[in-house]
């Protein structure tokens, strides 16, 4: 199983304005439709000068529309018609310009019209803003986003660095596979909307000596899928991370940490100011005695291997678990095994003193995009079928939600 088809049966009209970053927008159509998208061009005049219809025909399989005159559309209304089958209208370039008109609820051009025709409560309206620095920090242009903002469009970026114009700073439009992000989260139910999420991932790392230590498989994936399904379902989520090479997910805060203690130190003074714990973290249980300041030597061939004395590491889980009612955040455990996995789930229930196990067969899922999970509970042992881990996640996060929306366990 490969990624999933994140906006698959979606219906999207993108349209571009004038600006530089057209050259994106090719690209952010092949996203969309790799995601599953069919996908619908509009251009403004403006946005011809950087760009051509035909390639963006190519790119999304359809003729492109750019006039309000064109008597192609049955009764000659594409205006009305594009927006009526869209599941959204994604504006990417948006320039100042085009935000201008849309402020002032213009409709000189298709796709401002088509913007203002839509039925808004049927069909939102997200803007990726792309222009130099001053424009975009300009009064007007800010007065305009505030404006487009409260008249229900959805702002994407947008990002900051190097700009075509040579100079560096905020208005850069966000890169094609962002956008795809974006977009994909924004279709997502807000099960977590206004919540706190915790989540920690990845294995730790134990030094021994400065260049060798004691770790896992653990890839992290779990873990950051939960993360990112938690913010797309509308949570500020905090990712306390132990050493990956994975991307943080869009609008999540990163927390690094490389020993079990470290992340002990991370997690318990914010646990209490948030609402949920997902510990998906493998956490080493034990760590070296004491760390070797230089790198152990080897005193020749079969000179004695040195004794490695272990102590053990802090119970994360259990340690924020045991809080007091009143400042512990809704608690979910993972447990990975080799085995038996509903009965060594169901003891961590007990022994950790959670509401929530999930249960997963490793160490053949690590690494892995896909995964089964079997969610344990006091109610019973519910699976969840094989998927990616994405989809599992937000399956996850949406059990969450409504176990805390009807469970016992929420003091908070
Ligand atoms: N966990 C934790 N801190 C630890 C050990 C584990 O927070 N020091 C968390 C893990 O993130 C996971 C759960 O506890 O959510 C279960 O982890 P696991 O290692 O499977 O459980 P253990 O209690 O260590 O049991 P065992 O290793 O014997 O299976």
């Known amino acids: 199983m490969s990624n999933p088809p994140l906006l698959a049966g979606r219906h999207i009209v993108l349209g571009l304005s004038g600006g530089v970053a057209c050259y994106k927008a090719a690209e952010l159509t092949r996203e969309l439709v790799r995601a599953g998208a069919t996908v619908q061009v509009v251009m403004t005049e403006a946005a011809g000068h950087f760009i051509t219809r035909a390639t963006m025909q190519a790119v999304s399989g359809r003729p492109v ?131 706190t ?97 230089q790198k152990i030597k080897k005193q020749g061939a079969g000179s004695a291997a040195p004794q490695l004395a272990l102590v053990e590491n802090p119970d994360i889980l259990a340690a924020v678990a045991a809080l007091p009612l009143a400042q512990r955040p809704w608690c979910v455990g993972f447990a990975a095994e080799s085995e038996n996995l509903a009965a060594h789930a169901r003891a961590k229930l007990v022994r950790k003193g959670v509401p929530l196990v999930v249960g997963n067969l490793g160490p053949a899922t690590f690494g892995r995009d896909d995964n089964s999970l079997l969610l344990v509970d006091a109610t019973g042992d519910h699976p969840l079928p094989p998927a990616d881990k994405l989809t599992l996640a937000r399956q996850l996060v949406a059990e969450i939600a409504t176990r805390m929306a009807t469970g016992t366990e929420t003091a908070k």
Do not use: Y
Request: hydrophobic content about 50%.
């Open 65 to 195: 529309f750019d006039s309000q005159w064109d008597p192609a559309p049955p009764a000659g209304m594409a205006h009305i018609d594009l927006s009526r089958e869209a599941d959204a209208i994604l504006v990417a370039p948006a320039s100042a310009d085009f935000i201008a008109q849309l402020a002032q609820g213009r409709a000189g051009e298709l796709l401002a019209l088509l913007c203002l025709a839509r039925p808004i409560e049927r069909c939102p309206l997200l803007l990726a803003p792309a222009m130099n620095r001053e424009m975009w920090a300009h009064p007007a242009t800010q007065r305009n986003l505030a404006q487009v903002r409260a008249d229900g469009a959805t702002v994407l970026g947008p990002g900051t660095g190097s700009q075509a114009c040579g100079e560096t700073g905020d208005g850069r439009m966000l890169e094609a596979a962002e956008l795809r992000d974006a977009l994909a989260a924004f279709f997502q139910p807000k099960h977590l909307a206004g919540r």
């Open 197 to 293: 999420v915790l989540v920690t991932a990845g294995p730790t790392f134990e030094p021994i000596d400065p260049v060798r230590g004691i770790t896992n498989h653990s890839s992290g994936k779990m873990g950051f899928a939960v993360a990112r399904a938690a913010a797309e379902a509308g949570a500020r989520v905090t990712l306390v991370a132990g050493p990956v090479h994975l991307p943080t997910p869009a609008g999540v805060v990163r927390i690094d940490v490389q020993t079990a203690q470290q992340m002990f130190d991370a997690v318990l003074p914010r646990a209490i100011s948030h609402d949920i714990f997902v510990a998906t973290a493998a956490v080493a249980d034990w760590r070296p005695a004491g760390t070797q300041a």
